[in-house]
């Protein structure tokens, strides 16, 4: 692995964690949202409603993790000669 290819898989990285916490806030953003009106309405109903927004905003958090550590796999396997020739330098 070349210098400019960790850099490139590190930077994607980072994007893919300030991603994530997008998704992180907008779930809680809806969640929240949606228990205020449940409770400004008081319909039962509405209280189930945040899981119909937790459950797809869970499966997207955690494809972003997933594919994180991925990237994180990749640059600790085929980064090591970097690290090798900046340590020996």
Excluded at 24 to 31: C, K, L, P
Excluded at 32 to 37: D, E, L, S, V, W
Aim: include cysteine; charged fraction near 20%.
């Amino acid at each position: 692995m070349k210098w400019e290819e960790y850099v490139v898989h590190n930077e994607s990285i980072r994007n893919m964690e300030v991603i994530k916490e997008t998704y992180v806030i907008a779930m809680y953003t809806i969640t929240f949202a949606t228990i205020g009106i449940g409770i400004q309405v008081q319909n039962p109903i509405l209280f189930l409603l945040p899981y119909l927004v937790l459950f797809p905003f869970q499966r997207i958090i955690q494809n972003k993790n997933c594919n994180i550590q991925k990237r994180a796999a990749l640059i600790a396997v085929f980064g090591e000669d970097i690290w090798e020739k900046i340590i020996l330098k």
